[in-house]
């Protein structure tokens, strides 16, 4: 899977997706959704997640399709995928993204 301009989450959501690093081989994002926030589709290449608190979101496929998933604080490997998100807990979503290129 390819990242477009057109589908980066920096571009999509940047009130939820900052960069904190970028080199031609990484990138890291700052990752902060509030309750009740949502984020169009975009894409995300293979990289490691660092969820610093535990967090309930809704991802959304390009199919359509849709799964909950509560997923606790710490390290997860996460396929390139796109998907579009939407916060679903009572508390902020904050991760740390390292995006392989």
């Known amino acids: 899977m390819t990242t477009t301009t057109s589908n980066d989450a ?9 960069i904190l690093f970028e080199n031609e081989r990484v990138r890291v994002l700052d990752v ?3 309750p009740g926030q949502s984020s ?9 997640w660092y969820v610093l608190e535990p967090m309930k979101a809704r991802f959304t496929s390009v ?4 799964a909950e998933a509560e997923i606790p604080a710490g390290a ?5 995928e796109t998907h579009a998100v939407d916060n ?14």
């Not at 920096?10 to 900052?18: L, Q």
Request: charged share 25%.
């Open 10 to 18: 920096v571009k999509v959501a940047p009130d939820v997706y900052t």
């Open 32 to 34: 902060r959704m509030a």
């Open 40 to 48: 169009a589709k975009h894409s995300h290449p293979d990289g490691v």
């Open 63 to 66: 199919d359509g399709g849709s």
């Open 76 to 80: 997860v490997w996460r396929p390139a």
């Open 88 to 101: 679903i807990g009572t508390a902020d979503i904050r991760a740390i993204a390292v995006e392989l290129k």
